[in-house]
């Protein structure tokens, strides 16, 4: 690292994604300063307790006094809201971007309360775990892992440059694209697969002839990795699911068709379609180990616990 | 281990599960022998080569000559042919069991073939990876793991004790059942989620307007968890939603209906009733942890890959 890229950054919100950009930033000495501030007391007297960020504010008004980068983190359904209160006391030529799922949505709710002189660079840093709050955050969370940036066009360069050489600088990588077409790839590799997941959860949860322990124990032969991603936190994922509705909702529609005409193989015995249907799947996983986004470790990759 | 519980076990085809019983039998002593053999030359070969097995035989009725337990391990819709092809060589007293992922269909296709005389108790090593073949196996695969037995009432209990003493001394946790409930909870647990996931990474290969690389690229945001379930072995699968076609059917009839209520909750804006769902499905998850069948360990668990 070459030095700070930034002289003081605000994070607002100081869960999963925020308290994991402090910690990288801090470890690659990426800003001079990183002021913080959440909604809840409780959140920011645990932030100055563990010494999450430099310094903790009671305001967001505060927080993004005198910043030249500010960092919403907050759910995707709030953005709004914040980004009014901090509008008027935006230093000119700072940068205002954010971490949400979503980000037509975003563009929207924010965009409006951006002053002039100041720089708007949606982003989304593709990392997390099922982990939410201001402890569960670590410094590695976005090693290797894509951020998407998504300026408007007529965005200044230099500014884009930054903001990348900030992410590059937590470890990830990063890439632009149009906020629509964001918003669609999340829906196929991420909107859809957490619902799905969600509701095969909701259903397993909810059977009468199989008990919940029973479904537990033997949660290992693949319902297990269901789970996980349905442990996400509900309001993150209520917000993404309202504020992404058209394309995930297209995804579900696409998903639905294909769902069917496999039951239809099932219940008519069409091994032969069963077969190739199977066999075609398997060349994603391939890529997906090429492109070393996944390791090939067998077991599901699970660490094991001791019998 | 107070030494061995077989005398010579017979391995009835050699891929994942098989050739992981041998390093697990050999491991902890076990068995005096374990023959095997594979209806491949070129397993067998591959056999030969590695150690797997004291000794390879060429033809299923030579390997089962004078074992006291016999394992198919072969696709569920194979067992029934493989069950003829030996039963005149059986032994008086020996053990037939088998690992197959459905319960039903083999006592249905394996019981008529088994001889007067000869225990015939199926079981079900709830534990896998998404790899195949001969070398694909390892001594560890059933630490603490479950392995569900399904014999029929009036089967010899000593015959049921020493099977489990087996499975338990390679390192599973052993539960009896009936195989109809077997197949209906294996329904919800792995083969329902199995579909679901192949159908998930079967849309995304299709979408014409996100590329096979996008999704590569941008999978770690919930996507990659279903390609590793959907890249499993095509025919294994097949065979299983073809036997286990009624459960199947049934949970996946469950979804689609969860499914499209929580679509509808997506389309009118109720986020009051997503809220309340993704709340309900993260007790699961808790439930699992503390089973102990899986890590709570973030970022879904992996093992990161450098940057
Ligand atoms: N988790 C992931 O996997 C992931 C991945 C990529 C992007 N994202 C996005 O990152 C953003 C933050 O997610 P996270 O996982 O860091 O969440 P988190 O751990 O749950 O933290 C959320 C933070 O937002 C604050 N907050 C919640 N509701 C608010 C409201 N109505 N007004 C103002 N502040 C509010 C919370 O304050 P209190 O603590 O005081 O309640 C908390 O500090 C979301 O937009 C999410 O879509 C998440
Ligand atoms: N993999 C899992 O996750 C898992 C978990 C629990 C239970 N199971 C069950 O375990 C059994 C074996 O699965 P596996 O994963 O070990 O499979 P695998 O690695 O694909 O090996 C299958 C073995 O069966 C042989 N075989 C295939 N078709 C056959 C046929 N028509 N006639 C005779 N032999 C045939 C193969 O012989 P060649 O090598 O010569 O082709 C190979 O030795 C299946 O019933 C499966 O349902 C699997």
Chains 1, 2 share one sequence.
């Not at 907050?74 to 205002?96: D, F, I, Q, S």
């Not at 840093?125 to 892992?145: C, I, K, V």
């Not at 632009?176 to 829906?187: G, I, R, T, W, Y």
Request: hydrophobic share 45%.
């Amino acid at each position: 690292m070459s030095g700070p890229v930034y002289d003081r950054v605000a994070l607002i919100g100081l869960g999963l994604i925020a308290s994991s950009m402090f910690w990288a930033i801090r470890k690659a000495g990426l800003a001079r300063e990183v002021v913080g501030t959440a909604r809840s007391a409780e959140t920011r007297e645990t932030a100055r307790e563990i010494g999450l960020c430099d310094r903790v504010t009671d305001t967001v008004a505060e927080a993004v006094e005198g910043a030249d980068l500010v960092v919403l983190a907050v759910p995707v359904g709030a953005m709004g809201a914040v980004a009014e209160a901090m509008a008027p006391r935006l230093a000119p030529g700072a940068t205002v971007t954010d971490v949400g799922s979503v980000k037509r949505a975003v563009v929207e709710a924010v965009g409006p309360h951006i002053p002039e002189g100041v720089h708007f660079i949606p982003g989304h840093p593709l990392a997390g775990t099922e982990h939410s709050g201001p402890r569960s955050g670590f410094a590695t969370l976005f090693d290797n892992r894509w951020c998407l940036l998504v300026p408007e066009p007529g965005t200044e360069p230099e500014a884009v440059a930054r903001l990348r050489a900030l992410w590059e600088g937590m470890g990830a990588h990063v890439e632009e694209m149009d906020a629509d077409h964001h918003d669609l790839v999340l829906a196929v590799t991420s909107h859809a697969p957490h619902l799905i997941a969600y509701t095969m959860v909701g259903v397993a949860d909810d059977l009468r002839r199989v008990t919940d322990s029973e479904v537990i124990k033997y949660s290992a032969a693949g319902f297990r990795d269901f789970t996980r991603i349905a442990a996400s936190d509900p309001t993150m994922w209520r917000d993404v699911f309202l504020t992404n509705k058209d394309a995930t909702l297209e995804i579900l529609g696409r998903f639905t068709e294909e769902l069917f005409a496999l039951q239809r193989a099932i219940r008519t015995g069409d091994g032969e379609m069963l077969h190739a249907y199977f066999t075609r799947t398997r060349a994603i996983r391939r890529g997906i180990i090429e492109a070393g986004q996944d390791t090939d470790a067998p077991d599901f990759g699970r660490v094991k616990t001791g019998a």
